[in-house]
């Protein structure tokens, strides 16, 4: 955090409420807002690959996928934009009209790329595990076509299975799999 004594740390609601009027992305880390990279081609290409899969395999189950243009809010100090997030249980989309961000993902993907990986698989892991909703975390590396998959045993234990090959993105709160195939296609 910014040690700057004129700096005053700002709430998730004041962040949500700013107007940046810019093409670029904004998140909030403890109070601290900070500018997002804009991704590469392979990262923006699995993305809609994922995003697609998952909006007509989940339609009509009351789970729902949402690409990084949807506010994921960690705590009152800390708001992410993961690159996809599934939220079941959430009211009527007519509710939610406005909204910046929702909370209780059940799960949460993030596409990894070299300027990111570290923060995706270090800090945001932990916030994305303490939010007691998510039971799935998966990281997907776009340039070695890998998925890192995390899944919730209990309270406080994770399973984490490290980049597999052909096994794609395993999801047993939805009971089902984003296959490999459909993640890193090129057509």
Known sequence: MRHDPAYRPITADEFLAIDFGTDRKFELDNGVIYMMTGGTEPHAWVQLNILSWLRSTLRGTGCRPYGPDMGL??????????????????????????????????????????????????????????????????????????????????????????????????????DLTIPHDEIFARD
Not at 94 to 106: M, Q, V, W
Not at 123 to 139: G, N
């Open 73 to 174: 809010r960690i705590s009152e100090t800390d708001v992410r934009y993961p690159d996809i997030a599934i939220y079941c249980a959430q009211p009527p989309r007519d509710e939610l009209r406005g909204s910046k961000a929702l909370a209780n993902p059940t799960v949460v993907i993030e596409i990894l790329s070299p300027t990111t990986a570290t923060l995706d698989q270090g800090t945001k892991l932990a916030e994305y595990q303490s939010i007691a909703s998510v039971r799935t975390i998966a990281f997907v590396d776009p340039v070695n076509e890998l998925c890192r998959t995390l899944e919730r045993l209990s309270a406080t234990g994770w399973a984490d299975h490290m980049f597999s090959g052909e096994r794609g993105i395993i999801i047993p709160a939805l």
